[in-house]
Structure formats: C-alpha cells, structure tokens
C-alpha cells in the first residue's frame, strides 16, 4: 500500500510507502502504529511504534526527524540530515549529518562505510567498513566511538573528550583529549596540536609540534611527539622513532633504535634507557640509568648509573655527581666536576675536579692533564703527563701511579706510590 499525504499527520499500518508533498511549507508527520518498514519522501517527521524493530528507508535525500526508529537507511544520492528526537539509538546508512537530542543519550551505528557529521550524540559505533566522523561542538562536550577509523573534532576553542570503546587504531583531528579502552589503542594526530590521553598504547604525533598530557599512570608508545607531559606517578614511555622531545614529571623514558635527544622542561628524576643525549635546565634533574648506556648530558645534576658499563659525556661544562658510572668524558673548560656519589672506581678524561664522598674510590685517567682531587684513595696514571692537586685542607691521602706531579695544600696530605717511577712533589708531607 502507497499513501499520499500533504501537510498532515497521518498513522499507519501494514503500509509500505507514504509520499508527502514537495511544497516547502507544508509538513507532514507519520507515526507507524505497528511494527515493520516503512519507505517514505518528502516526510518530515516520523514516529516509530516501540511495539518492536522499526526500519525507515528514504526514498530521496531530504531533511528528516525520527524518534523510536531503530534503522534508517537513505536510498537519496544528495545530501540527508536526521535529527533525533528523542535518546535512543539508531543504525543507519547513506546519512551525511545526524543531529541527537541536547541532553539525553542517543546512540548511532553506522551500517556502511561513509562519511558522516554528528552534533550531540554521545556513542558512534563504526560499520566494518571505512567510517569517517566529523564532530560539531558547540560547547565542551564527550563523545564515545567504537571502530572508527577517522574522528575529526571541532577547531572551536570548546574541548572535545573522546572515550574509545573497544580497542581501536584511529586517526584524530582536532580533538583535546582521548580515553583508551580495555584494550590496545593506537591513535593517529592527522593535523599536530596538544592532546590528552589516558589508557592509550601507542601515539603517532601529526608533521607540526605535537604536544601530549598523559593524564594517569601508564605506558605509552609514541613517534613524532615534541613534547610530553606527565600529570600523574609512575608513566613509562617508548619512542618509536629516533628525534627530540621535550618532557616534564615523566618517571621512564625508553628510546628508540635510532638518536634520541631528551630535552628536560624542569627540576626532575627520570629513569632512562637508549637515550643518547639529555639536556637538563637550570634546576635540578636526576637521571637513573636502566641498562648499560653511552650517554651525553648537560645540565644534569645526578646520574646514576646501570649494572652494565656506563659512560658520560659532558656536552657543557659543570658540575655533576654520578653513582655507578664507569667512564666519564669533560669538555674542553677547565671547570667540569664530578662528584663520586658511592665507592667504586671511575675512568676520567677532560675532568678537571675529581671528589670523593664514600670509599674506596679510584680514579683511572684516560689522558694526560691535570686534576684536582679531594677525598680520592686511588690515582692511576697514563703514559702522557698528569698532575694532581689536593684542592681541600683535609689531611688527605692518596696511592698513584704513573702520576708525575703531586701538589699539595697547607694541611698533611700522604702521597703512596704503587709503582716504581718518577714523581714530583709540592707541599706534600708524606
């Protein structure tokens, strides 16, 4: 059965087809008073029965209204717009926008592939197809998506939560912040800005400055990402790739294959592996050493080294103190020094002060040149030329060898020679 109406309500039942008037002032409204499907045109409103599973197919692209019908397909090839009455959930297809009801759940599934506008929907759950979502806010708002391959938000200055349902690989725009699922999320900046994340695996930054706030506790994986910012304990991020980034509060960082350049934004403790370089501020960084590592740093205060064989370069001349290191290269100043944290034994080159803080300690150089000690029991030499210098009035003691000159201070400082040679020495009592 086909009926025509014109700028009227009309009920029906066990009707297939209702065909309204193409005039634009009048309106017609159908409401299906038994359970089925129905195919309608130029029908502004429809009205499902709730009595069972409702389906309405458009016959060409139009405008239309619905509430309580659970399919609505589009046979049009223009462009149609749904606006839902009522919370609820639909399933449609060949749909270009789909308005939801302010303040109440509405739930969209798509049926097909496409390309779709939402505005104040709360859940899109993707077809098995490629489904593209774009979403219109007007006002802070949440959005919850499950297999959606591409979710572009709104450059308005209003912030736009996403929660993955599912475990999802997806592609962003625009979007403020995203909440992974129970599973593994990989989620994709198409056009680079700052972003939120939580529960998210692995993120793949945009070609511009991508900054990221992890917003609790976790491990994440990320590639092209500038900056990254930690507002919660215990967060563990991989790169994926080799480059540089800016962190802050992040408590492991582990690099990629490839150079990686840290570069810390604050007074901090980090954790590291597979770093090649990190440059610390003016405040007070900590690094702890997680494997063997040959690491450049500047800026660092602390380093604490790995159960392998660790070595420091200093990119600009200071102070720092280390635990655990084995080798420590200076620059070409005459101010670089190293405080020894720990007992244990130390190769330096380019150093220019050398302190003890806990023994034994011994000081292997790598090099000819002079340093200045305070608190060392041990100093071997090279073949080139080295000097030493007790730089504090401490009653010290030191064993050398190979060492060609000792100069002493004003106090009583013991000099030992573990080895036959020659040596010169200058205020030295013993």
């Known amino acids: 059965d086909t009926l025509t109406v014109v700028n009227d309500s009309l009920s029906v039942a066990s009707v297939e087809t209702v065909i309204g008037s193409t005039a634009s002032t009048n309106v017609e409204t159908v409401t299906m008073l038994t359970a089925g499907r129905l195919t309608v045109s130029d029908v502004e409103t429809v009205i499902g029965s709730t ?4 389906s309405v197919t458009m016959l060409v692209s139009d405008s239309i209204a619905i509430t309580a019908v659970d399919t609505l397909i589009s046979a049009g090839t223009g462009v149609d717009t749904v606006t839902l009455l009522a919370a609820g959930t639909v399933a449609i297809s060949g749909i270009e926008s789909v308005i939801g009801a302010d303040g109440v759940n509405n739930v969209i599934n798509l049926l097909a592939g496409t390309t779709v506008l939402v505005k104040d929907v709360n859940s899109i759950i993707g077809s098995g197809g490629t489904d593209i979502v774009t979403v219109d806010i007007t006002a802070n708002e949440q959005i919850a998506v499950s297999a959606i391959e591409t979710l572009i938000g709104s450059q308005a200055a209003d912030v736009l939560t996403v929660t ?7 592609k962003i725009s625009a979007i403020d912040s995203v909440i992974g699922s129970a599973g593994v999320d990989t989620v994709m900046q198409l056009v680079s800005g700052a972003l939120a994340v939580s529960g998210v ?8 400055v991508d900054t990221v706030t992890l917003l609790v506790a976790d491990s994440i994986s990320v590639s092209g990402v500038e900056s990254l910012i930690s507002t919660a304990a215990n967060n563990t991020v991989t790169l994926l790739a080799a480059g540089s980034v800016a962190v802050s509060d992040l408590e492991s960082l582990i690099g990629s ?8 934004l604050a007074a901090d403790s980090m954790a590291i592996s597979g770093i ?14 997680l494997s063997a590592t040959s690491l450049r740093v500047s800026a660092i205060d602390s380093v604490v080294g790995s159960s392998g064989v660790d070595t420091l370069t200093l990119l600009a001349t200071g102070n720092i103190s280390v635990s655990g290191v084995e080798s420590i290269v200076g620059t070409t100043a005459t101010t670089d020094s190293v405080t020894l944290l720990t007992a244990g034994t130390v190769s330096l080159s380019s150093v220019d ?4 803080t ?17 608190s060392i029991e041990t100093v071997l030499g090279t073949s080139g030329v080295e000097t030493l210098t007790f730089i504090t009035a401490s009653n010290d003691s030191v064993k050398i060898s190979a060492i060609d000159s000792v100069v002493g201070t004003t106090d009583v400082e013991t000099v030992t020679l573990l080895a036959a040679g020659k040596v010169s020495v200058t205020s030295i009592d013993t």
């Open 51 to 54: 009595a069972g599973i409702d």
């Open 164 to 170: 993955l349902l599912a475990a999802s690989n997806i």
């Open 201 to 208: 695996e692995s993120l793949l930054g945009g070609s511009g």
């Open 257 to 264: 294959s490839g150079v990686d350049t840290v570069t810390m």
């Open 276 to 289: 090649e370089s990190v440059l610390g501020t003016t405040d007070v960084e900590t690094l702890t050493l």
């Open 353 to 356: 002060t050398v302190i003890g």
């Open 358 to 374: 806990a023994s034994p300690n011994a000081v292997n150089l790598l090099g000819a040149g002079s340093l200045k000690i305070s």
